[in-house]
């Protein structure tokens, strides 16, 4: 599975940013995908995540300004940043996995650089 992410950038404080991340190759239809991000110093976390399932949690942090959505048939999920803040800068990644296994698969995208700057 090759995962490609586009959408990073920076942008002032209050600003807004969608990223995406669309996965190819051999794909699975249960696949969980979510996206984590990186600051940095710092470990990488978890923003949002929509589960094989359908459900969708997201990070305290991201609650009531980030919306994760996916589209099946394109095999992409998108992120939406509204209300950014500088502590949002980081590197965000895309993850494709089995939620129930990730030894099954479990694959990374190469990361997109958000700053949120003024």
């Known amino acids: 599975v090759q995962l490609v992410e586009s959408g990073g950038g920076l942008v002032k404080p209050g600003g807004s940013l969608r990223l995406s991340c669309a996965a190819s190759?051999?794909?699975?239809?249960?696949?969980?995908m979510g996206w984590y991000r990186q600051a940095a110093g710092k470990q990488r976390e978890l923003v949002a995540v929509?589960?094989?399932?359908?459900?969708?949690n997201y990070a305290d942090s991201a609650k009531g300004r980030f919306t994760i959505s996916r589209d099946n048939a394109k095999n992409t999920v998108y992120l939406q940043l509204n209300s950014l803040k500088p502590e949002d800068t980081g590197v965000y990644y895309c993850r494709y996995y089995n939620d129930y296994d990730p030894a099954e698969y479990n694959y990374w995208g190469q990361g997109t650089q958000v700053t949120v700057s003024s």
């Open positions: 929509t589960t094989s399932g359908g459900r969708i």
């Open positions: 190759g051999q794909t699975f239809s249960t696949a969980a």
